[in-house]
């Protein structure tokens, strides 16, 4: 089958993301979460059948655990005449458009579309995979009367099994569909066009390249483009990039000659660049935050995960929770720097064990440092909020937080190699340039937050010999996340000097 839900709407972003992954998909750079999304999707969906009541499913697999289109179509067309009710992975294909409908509900003169999400909105991309499938069911014959999208409520909180009528929220999208519907014959047309052709097609680079999804081609795409560019700049909207694009303001020397209204971020960025001027250094701006510090003086750092569908009582979907945190800490000046840490058990609800731990660790009234506060501010008030008894200790934690992205922020430091970027993973290798110590990549197994999240959930049922080196490997570059903050904090104090 050449067309599928998933080709379909890759088209309908890009064309080109079509044919690359038809011609050359090796060239593809895919987000690392995206494994753990997919499961996740195929988690949900599996929850989502039960929604209308009873049901039939035709999944079929090949001997080598492929999924069995062929088997699946003919499941499909078996239970359309027996008239089951509801058909989980309706399979059809016409003209080589092929499609699986989560749930087809079988009304009084024709079927219903339920299209499940794991996302707590509808999007259009959402929109034209549902046109898509109508299509291709209208086109085998059947009479479609209301299409819905089944998506997640965020404002269910889980309280024992979970409740998939709480879970999901189902809107008919039947009349929004129309626009995505009336392109959708065109569009499988042109798409098929599109990749019988062997000849690499051209593409400008745009919005399409970030909207709705990162496109994985991108470095392939942009490889002739100067770095860095106009897509570069710090926080610029899509849409902006590309109309300056469009325009011929490429490089940032473009950017620069063009007059082109800039933030303070984008504007240093791009002079630093352009001017090739070294780290800036505002003393008196260091000085003054570092004057707010006090001793014991803390410093924080939280791993969290967060799952669509709720693992505990008294979670929501999506909700961040926290795992894992870092602590370093110096009980005064010129003290010795000290370390403790905390890694919930795997198998089971982690916020109690960690709630508790945070208020032994860490003294009423204590100066605390964390990098971009605002996140381990709000898990620290929703532990507060599901502890009553810790609450007060827990808030005074949060109430005494500081910010060391706060430097970053308000321009103290500023280096070209941060590249725009305030995140920490940015500044430390700008600062610290070759340190072996602070490279993230020299760890073992957790290089980043989402790796961190990917495997502490892998946890469960783990061999034990193995799941003891993933724990020293999560513990490791949390100690890493937190001493790094040390080290900022020590280079703004030598700024000083
Ligand atoms: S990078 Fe942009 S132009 Fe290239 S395939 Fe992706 S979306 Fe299309």
């Known amino acids: 089958m050449k067309l599928s839900k998933s080709k379909y709407t890759r088209y309908w972003q890009c064309p080109k993301m079509l044919w690359m992954d038809t011609y050359k998909k090796e060239l593809a750079r895919e987000d690392p979460a995206l494994e753990r999304r997919f499961a996740e999707g195929n988690e949900v969906g599996d929850l989502a059948m039960g929604l209308l009541g009873d049901y039939i499913e035709t999944t079929a697999y090949t001997e080598d655990g492929k999924l069995d289109i062929a088997a699946m179509l003919k499941n499909t067309k078996k239970y359309l005449a027996q008239g089951v009710e509801n058909i989980c992975e309706a399979a059809f294909s016409k003209n080589n458009c092929y499609c699986a409908v989560d749930i087809l509900h079988k009304t009084a003169d024709g079927h219903d579309i339920y299209e499940v999400k794991s996302s707590t909105e509808i999007k259009d991309v959402y929109l034209a995979d549902c046109a898509y499938q109508k299509w291709v069911l209208e086109s085998s014959g059947l009479k479609i009367g209301r299409v819905f999208i089944a998506y997640i409520n965020n404002n269910y909180v889980r309280c024992g099994e979970v409740d998939i009528h709480g879970l999901f929220t189902i809107e008919d999208v039947t009349e929004k569909l129309q626009p995505f519907y009336a392109v959708v014959a065109d569009n499988t047309r042109a798409a098929l066009e599109y990749i019988s052709q062997k000849q690499e097609p051209e593409m400008e680079l745009g919005k399409h390249c970030s909207q709705p999804y990162d496109c994985p081609y991108w470095e392939y795409c942009s490889r002739n483009l ?41 504007r240093k960025q791009v002079n630093f660049e352009t001017l090739g001027l070294s780290t800036h250094v505002d003393k008196l701006g260091i000085k ?65 064990a960690i709630a508790e731990r945070l208020v032994e660790d860490i003294p009423q009234d204590a100066c605390v440092l964390a990098y971009n506060k605002a996140f381990e501010c709000t898990r ?10 810790l609450s007060a200790h827990l808030l005074n934690i949060r109430d005494n937080m500081r910010d060391l992205l706060d430097v970053f922020r308000d321009g103290f430091v500023y280096d070209r190699a941060m590249g725009g970027s305030l995140s920490i993973k940015s500044v430390l290798p700008a600062l610290f340039p070759d340190d072996p110590n602070l490279n993230y990549h020299n760890l073992a197994d957790v290089h980043n937050g989402t790796e961190a999240t990917d495997t502490f959930l892998s946890l469960r049922g783990m061999d034990r010999k193995q799941r003891d080196h993933l724990r020293q490997s999560l513990l490791a570059y949390c100690k890493l996340d937190t001493m790094a903050m040390v080290l900022l904090w020590q280079r703004l104090r030598e700024f000083c000097v």
């Open 380 to 389: 620290l008030k929703e532990l507060a909020q599901a502890f009553p008894d």
């Open 226 to 266: 100067p770095r860095p560019n106009v897509f570069d700049l710090y926080r610029i909207r899509a849409g902006k990039a590309e109309e300056y694009y469009k325009e011929g303001i490429v490089s940032f020397s473009d950017v620069l000659k063009s007059g082109i209204p800039l933030n303070d971020m984008q």
């Open 288 to 352: 003054a935050f570092l004057d707010t510090l006090s001793y014991p003086l803390y410093f924080l750092d939280f791993e969290t995960f967060q799952t669509c569908i709720p693992l505990y009582d008294g979670i929501k979907p999506f909700q961040q929770v926290p795992f894992q945190y870092s602590l370093h800490y110096i009980e005064e000046p010129d003290g010795a720097l000290k370390h403790k840490e905390f890694l919930a058990d795997e198998n089971c609800d982690p916020r109690r």
